[in-house]
């Protein structure tokens, strides 16, 4: 039934893609990796010692398929070496036609932890931004699989393309986002053990993209905080609530 689901929402959104696809699409991809001090995710302290963070992806107009994985580089989970979790998310994206400004999204995230003991599952999420001052968009994610729950994250961004130059041709950038997460008392109870609808995280972000040649390179931070004083009291993952993290980011795309 879990992968009968699955394929229903591929097929679908294969199907509405030739209608987004425009004449001129080109094939594009995309490799990165991050180094963070931490692996924070939805508020959740995954690992509280530094990771490394690979990831690719290919692209085809609006459609994006990706490939994200996360490496312990100490032995604090047991997996020092190992990646602790594989992501295969495939997307659509693009602008709501008869819309302005407003865009979407539509994709599933299959995830997978091996090498630990959380079973594999899948989420499905929507996504709509608007382009007006701070980008405001929102995501439902639905897991499908495990948890049966719901998480939803409502964020803003900013970005500026030139803040400063290191020298020529090297332009230092900044992004800046924030979001705000809600989960559902069923996905609340699979992750957390608490019963009932809760506000979850507020998350913070700094980026400064640099150029180097056909590179961008990230410094980044990082700031994340529990809402739900009984999220905060079920110590699911036995460190702190409140969680600030470094790191170093490079991608290139062509």
Same mark, same amino acid.
């Given at each position: ?30 490799? $990165? ?9 939805? %508020? ?44 295969? !998310? ?16 539509? %994709? ?8 630990? @003991? ?20 929102? !995501? ?12 939803? @994250? ?18 230092? $950038?900044?992004?800046? %986002? ?77």
């Amino acid at each position: 039934m879990k992968k009968s689901i699955t394929m229903a929402m591929v097929v679908a959104m294969l199907a509405a893609a030739p209608a987004a696809l425009a004449e001129d699409a080109t094939l594009g991809f995309s490799m $990165g990796a991050d180094y963070l001090s931490k692996y924070i995710w939805r %508020g959740q302290n995954l690992s509280d010692d530094p990771v490394f963070q690979p990831s690719v992806g290919v692209t085809y107009g609006p459609l994006s398929l990706s490939l994200w994985g996360n490496m312990d580089t100490t032995n604090i989970n047991g997996n020092s070496g190992d990646f602790s979790e594989l992501d295969t !998310t495939l997307s659509l994206a693009g602008d709501v036609p008869g819309l302005e400004g407003v865009g979407y999204s539509l %994709g599933a995230i299959y995830y997978d932890f091996p090498g630990t @003991a959380y079973p594999d599952t899948t989420e499905a999420y929507a996504g709509v931004s608007l382009a007006l001052p701070l980008n405001p968009s929102l !995501t439902v994610y639905r897991d499908i699989d495990e948890a049966k729950g719901t998480y939803y @994250a409502l964020g803003v961004s900013h970005s500026i393309e030139n803040v400063a130059e290191i020298a020529a041709d090297m332009p230092v $950038g900044m992004s800046l %986002g924030a979001s705000v997460g809600y989960g559902n008392s069923a996905y609340n109870k699979y992750y957390w053990g608490v019963d009932g609808n809760k506000a979850q995280d507020f998350t913070v972000t700094l980026g400064l993209p640099t150029t180097v040649g056909s590179w961008t390179i990230t410094p980044k931070m990082g700031y994340s905080t529990l809402l739900s004083s009984d999220l905060r009291d079920s110590d699911a993952y036995g460190t702190s609530s409140d969680n600030f993290y470094i790191g170093i980011g490079a991608s290139i795309s062509f």
